[in-house]
């Protein structure tokens, strides 16, 4: 419900843009992107229903390993992608906390498809499970396959798909295909990757919101530097969805520079300038990845000294109320991050900025007190728990290091200064 109105919002303001007001019929569906998404990602989702008499076993089947016989490429990468994970360990404790009307909430985003919802609940033992037997072509799996191929291609066994970049066969398998231009369009990805205007807010500021970062990005207007959601995650249209989980992918999103400056005394400041340069929406774009800078300082003799630590991203707490801070980075804006130090005199050092993402941060703190309480959850959920923070810990990584542009080994700008107090 919301999530159409959303549709509509955000239709209107692109057409906005676009037409320059010829707005007549916004908001009555006139624009066909926007019609057919609100079809294609309403909420929720209908089965499939028969397949149609002609249809193979194969052509029939809802399994990404029916269409990878096809489509080897696409499903390659999806399944290096994080949208074949979408029904971890991370979802999978939780939904077994929850009730069948709950679990919908979160499966219309993780595992939309209503035969994945059927599997879900018959798993969960929720009280209207179906009780007919599993068609042949649902497997028996497709819900822990995440976001599946058909959750994005198929409705009513029926294939949906961009332009196609070569000539269609005649009478193709799964007959044939029906196009939309909503697959090259932002809009697409607003689905799940933005909240309704109605959706939980922390600080006034929208929980989920990178349809709209985008929009009001650089990136957003039309013209040679345009770049879509698609442009940038699926380039060459590839199954691969690479974002803050991937550090080449994420090393695109920044320039940073670092200098040091004299204070006088013994006293300095390192200095980090970090721009939002290929990101198209805030670096990161939501409350669960942070991005610590920490500050070195190495000296000749191989001394180390940890300088100070500061961070990147919205930091909420746990129950989700409460702001701390928020500096994430909006698309093409710098934010400058500065660190007091001192050095002994006469002696020679550099300074260096190391870079670590935490890409999960938010749900290594929700993981660790939810396992603080871990005697008041069921067994299989508390193993699943375990896994969950065992994952996302695993997917910090380090990013970069930057070292002073003042050079190594000189107490840089004012020196003598320096020396002389
Ligand atoms: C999250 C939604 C999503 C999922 C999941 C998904 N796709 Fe796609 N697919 C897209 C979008 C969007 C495009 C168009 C990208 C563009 O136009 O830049 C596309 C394009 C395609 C194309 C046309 C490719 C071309 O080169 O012209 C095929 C074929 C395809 N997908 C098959 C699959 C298969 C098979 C799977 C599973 C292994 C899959 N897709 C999973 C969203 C998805
Ligand atoms: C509007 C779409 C949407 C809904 C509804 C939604 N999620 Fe998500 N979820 C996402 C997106 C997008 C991400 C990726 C966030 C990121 O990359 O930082 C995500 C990530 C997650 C993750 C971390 C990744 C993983 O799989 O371990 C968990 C856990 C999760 N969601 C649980 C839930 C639960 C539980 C619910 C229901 C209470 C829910 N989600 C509802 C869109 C949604
Ligand atoms: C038996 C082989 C076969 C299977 C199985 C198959 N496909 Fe296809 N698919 C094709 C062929 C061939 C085309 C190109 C059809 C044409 O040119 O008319 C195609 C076209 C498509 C397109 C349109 C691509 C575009 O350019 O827009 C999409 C999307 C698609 N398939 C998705 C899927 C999905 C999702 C599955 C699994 C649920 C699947 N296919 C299973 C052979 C197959
Ligand atoms: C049906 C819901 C849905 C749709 C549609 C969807 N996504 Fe996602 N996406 C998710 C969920 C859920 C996750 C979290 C996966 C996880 O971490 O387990 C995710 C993860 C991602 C990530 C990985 C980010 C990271 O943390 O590294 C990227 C990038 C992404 N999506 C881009 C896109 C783009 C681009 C589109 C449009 C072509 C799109 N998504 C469409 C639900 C969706
Ligand atoms: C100009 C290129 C570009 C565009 C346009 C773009 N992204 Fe990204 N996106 C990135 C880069 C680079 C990253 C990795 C750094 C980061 O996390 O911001 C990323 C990260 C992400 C992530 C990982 C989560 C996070 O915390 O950042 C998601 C989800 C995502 N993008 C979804 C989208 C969606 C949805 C759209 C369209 C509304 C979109 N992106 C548009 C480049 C882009």
Redesign the pocket.
Do not use: E, N, Y
């Given at each position: 419900m919301h999530l159409l109105m959303f549709f509509r919002h955000a239709a209107c303001l692109l057409t906005g843009l676009l037409a320059l007001g010829s707005m007549t019929g916004c908001g009555q569906g006139q624009d066909p992107v926007e019609r057919f998404l609100e079809t294609h990602?309403q909420d929720p989702l209908p089965p499939q229903g028969t397949p149609p008499a002609g249809f193979s076993a194969l052509e029939a089947s809802l399994s990404p390993q029916a269409c990878a016989q096809c489509h080897p490429g696409q499903f390659e990468g999806w399944k290096e992608?994080?949208?074949s994970?979408?029904m971890?360990p991370?979802?999978a404790w939780q939904l077994k906390l929850m009730s069948q009307e709950q679990g919908n909430r979160c499966l219309?985003?993780?595992a939309?498809l209503a035969e994945q919802k059927a599997l879900v609940a018959l798993d969960h033992g929720w009280p209207n499970a179906p009780d007919r037997s599993i068609p042949g072509y649902v497997s028996r799996d497709l819900a822990h396959q995440?976001?599946a191929c058909a959750?994005?291609h198929v409705r009513q066994h029926e294939r949906f798909g961009p332009p196609p970049r070569i000539e269609p066969v005649k009478d193709g398998p799964h007959g044939g295909f029906r196009i939309s231009q909503a697959?090259a369009d932002?809009r697409?990805?607003a689905?799940?990757?933005q909240f309704p205007q109605d959706g939980p807010r922390i600080a006034g500021k929208l929980q989920e919101d990178t349809y709209q970062q985008w929009l009001a990005s650089p990136f957003a207007r039309p013209g040679a530097g345009q770049q879509t959601?698609?442009s940038?995650?699926?380039p060459d249209r590839q199954h691969l969805?690479?974002?803050?989980?991937?550090p080449d992918?994420t090393r695109k999103a920044l320039d940073v520079k670092l200098s040091v400056v004299g204070q006088g005394g013994g006293d300095y400041e390192a200095v980090a300038e970090v721009r939002n340069s290929g990101a198209g929406h805030h670096f990161p774009t939501y409350m669960?990845?942070k991005v610590e800078l920490l500050f070195v300082r190495r000296d000749r003799d191989g001394g180390e000294h940890a300088l100070g630590r500061q961070l990147i991203g919205w930091q909420v707490d746990t129950p989700i109320t409460r702001e701390m801070a928020d500096t994430r980075i909006p698309a093409g804006e710098k934010r400058v991050f500065r660190q007091a130090f001192s050095a002994p005199a006469g002696q020679d050092w550099e300074v260096e900025l190391v870079l670590r993402v935490a890409?999960?941060e938010h749900y290594e703190r929700i993981y660790r007190d939810s396992l603080r309480q871990a005697d008041r959850l069921p067994e299989d959920a508390v193993g699943l728990l375990r896994l969950a923070l065992a994952n996302v810990e695993g997917a910090r990584y380090e990013l970069m290091r930057v070292r002073a542009e003042a050079g190594p080994a000189r107490p840089p700008a004012d020196r003598r200064a320096a020396i002389a107090n």
């Open positions: 990602w992608s994080l949208h994970k979408t971890g991370g979802i219309r985003c993780h939309p995440g976001l959750s994005c697959f932002s697409f990805c689905s799940c990757h959601c698609q940038c995650h699926m969805w690479r974002g803050i989980h991937d992918m669960v990845a890409p999960g």
